[in-house]
């Protein structure tokens, strides 16, 4: 006798908070928030609605539920020394889970009952940031740049008329053949010289953002820090610098 499919044995399998809100997530990654419905999630686990409730409490605790799943995905960050590294595959790791959830794009960062993998998220960013030399104020200053700048471009990515290269590719064509190049030479040279070109990839670009803002907020942590400014001029005065050249011990011109 053959094992019955995995759909069957789960649809068997005794409800949970947890397989709710799994099934959920899989539905409005499927069709979109605005159609998870309490009806359609009880079809999808396999139960009336009014049993959901035994699960969660309404609308917004599954809601609370399913972003902190999302949250659950994304690679915390570690208390490696690196701390651009760190944010950086942070980072990256949001905008992949976004991309995949792409209905957690403005919702994310809107609840007010977070649950405990968004929590340790949040606490595990800013205690990179702390432990990196930033202030509490920078951290913050940081966290919120960062987060902008993932969410907003995820927003953009979302948008876009096109998902593969070829796509891509075919867009940028049939805008180029309404594109009188006479009248709009830059978005003409862009279109032809970059978008165009083999192996272009608009995702790219995202890490190309995300490098600039990483390397300013460290020019604002060694501003800021004092700690940071005298380690960093004790490695210029040492080894060969400053303090070892034979000029810098002329003595001053007697008064």
Not at 6 to 26: F, H, I, T, Y
Not at 102 to 129: C, N, Q, Y
């Amino acid at each position: 006798m053959t094992s019955p499919p995995k759909a069957a044995a789960e649809a068997r399998a005794p409800l949970s908070r947890e397989r709710v809100l799994r099934a959920a997530v899989a539905l409005a990654d499927d069709s979109g928030l605005r159609s998870l419905t309490m009806r359609r999630l009880g079809e999808a686990v396999g139960v009336e609605a009014m049993s959901l409730y035994n699960h969660v409490a309404g609308k917004d605790d599954l809601l609370d539920g399913m972003v902190d799943l999302v949250f659950g995905e994304i690679d915390l960050p570690t208390g490696e020394p690196d701390w651009k590294a760190a944010m950086r595959q942070r980072a990256i790791s949001v905008r992949e889970a976004l991309a995949r959830h792409p209905w957690g794009i403005g919702l994310m960062e809107s609840r007010t009952s977070p649950g405990p993998a968004t929590l340790r998220h949040h606490d595990a960013v800013l205690g990179i940031l702390r432990g990196a030399g930033f202030s509490i104020e920078l951290a913050a200053h940081a966290f919120s740049a960062l987060d902008s700048y993932i969410y907003g471009f995820a927003i953009q990515e979302a948008s876009l008329p096109f998902d593969t290269a070829e796509e891509t590719a075919e867009v940028a064509q049939a805008i180029l053949r309404q594109l009188p190049a006479d009248q709009y030479p830059h978005l003409a040279e862009l279109t032809v010289e970059h978008v165009l070109q083999p192996g272009y990839d608009y995702a790219n670009e995202f890490e190309f953002g995300l490098d600039l803002i990483l390397d300013g907020l460290e020019r604002a942590r060694n501003a800021r820090s004092p700690a940071i400014r005298r380690r960093s001029t004790r490695k210029r005065t040492s080894g060969g610098h400053l303090g070892n050249d034979p000029r810098d011990h002329r003595g001053s011109p007697a008064r």
